[in-house]
C-alpha cells in the first residue's frame, strides 16, 4: 500500500475558514513533501519539511511533522476559493549518508480540497 | 522558460498498440521520473532515471519501457502488455543533493491522459 495515507479523502469549506488535511506513513522518511494539484494538470510544490524540524511555514500555509506519531498535516489559513484543489503528501525515505541521492518519493491518496466562495 | 514539457495532452490508441509518451525538461536536472494516474488516486512510481543511459524500476513497471539517452529526454512507452494502460501519465525531474546538502523537490509536466479502447 502506499506509503502516505491522507484524511479526510475530501474536504469541503467556506471560503475564509481554515482547512486542515492530515497525513500519515509508516517508514522512517528523510523529509516530507506536500504537493498541491489542480483538476487534470501536473502537481506543484508547496513546501518542504525535514525530519528534524517540527514546523514550517510558507506564506498561508503551516506544515507540522511529528515523527514519533509518523504523521504531518497542511494548514490553509484563510482559504480562498482559488485553493480548490487536491493535496498530497509524499515522503522521501531515500539516504544521501552514502553520497549523492535523488529523493525517490512516495505519494499518498490525497485530499481533495473544494473552498465554496 | 524553463520547465518540464509533455506531449501530447491527450493521447488515444488502440488495444495492442505500443504507444510512447515524450518527456522533455530543460532544468539540467540529473533525475526524471515517470508516474500514473488513475481516477481518485494518487501517483504510482513507473521508471526513474538518475542519470543518462541508467534507469530503475518503480512499484508498477510491468508493461512499460523507458529510455533515457540525454539528459534533457525521458520517453514512456506504453506497451500492449500493460494490461490497463488508460490513465494519466506524469513526468517529474528533480535535481540530485550530495552528502548534507537540503533535498529537492520534483518539478512535474502537465501531463498526458492517454486513453485505450
Known amino acids: 500500500s502506499q506509503q502516505g495515507e491522507e484524511d479526510p479523502q475530501a474536504l469541503s469549506i467556506q471560503e475564509g475558514e481554515n482547512a486542515t488535511m492530515n497525513c500519515s506513513y509508516k517508514?522512517?522518511?528523510?523529509?516530507l513533501q506536500w504537493y498541491r494539484q489542480n483538476s487534470g494538470r501536473g502537481l506543484v510544490h508547496l513546501i518542504l519539511?525535514?525530519?528534524?524540524?517540527r514546523e514550517k511555514h510558507s506564506g498561508r500555509l503551516r506544515v507540522t511533522l511529528d515523527t514519533s506519531k509518523k504523521s504531518s498535516s497542511l494548514l490553509i489559513t484563510a482559504s480562498r476559493a482559488a485553493d480548490t484543489a487536491s493535496y498530497f503528501c509524499?515522503?522521501?525515505?531515500?539516504?544521501?549518508?552514502?553520497?549523492?541521492?535523488?529523493?525517490?518519493?512516495?505519494f499518498g491518496q490525497g485530499t481533495i480540497l473544494t473552498v465554496h466562495p | 522558460d524553463g520547465g518540464i514539457t509533455q506531449s501530447p495532452k491527450y493521447l488515444f490508441r488502440k488495444e495492442g498498440q505500443n504507444v510512447t509518451l515524450s518527456c522533455e525538461q530543460n532544468?539540467?536536472?540529473?533525475?526524471m521520473y515517470w508516474y500514473r494516474q488513475d481516477p481518485g488516486q494518487g501517483l504510482r512510481l513507473i521508471y526513474y532515471s538518475q542519470i543518462v543511459n541508467d534507469f530503475q524500476k518503480g512499484d508498477i513497471a510491468e508493461g512499460y519501457s523507458v529510455s533515457r539517452e540525454k539528459k534533457e529526454s525521458f520517453p514512456l512507452t506504453v506497451t500492449s502488455a500493460q494490461k490497463n494502460p488508460t490513465a494519466f501519465y506524469l513526468c517529474?525531474?528533480?535535481?540530485?543533493?550530495?552528502?548534507?546538502?537540503?533535498?529537492?523537490?520534483?518539478?512535474f509536466g502537465p501531463g498526458t491522459r492517454l486513453t485505450v479502447t
Open positions: 519539511i525535514r525530519s528534524n524540524e
Open positions: 517529474a525531474s528533480s535535481s540530485a543533493r550530495g552528502p548534507g546538502i537540503l533535498p529537492y523537490e520534483q518539478y
Open positions: 517508514t522512517s522518511i528523510n523529509n
Open positions: 509524499a515522503t522521501d525515505a531515500s539516504s544521501n549518508a552514502g553520497g549523492t541521492s535523488y529523493g525517490k518519493l512516495t
Open positions: 532544468l539540467n536536472h540529473d533525475a
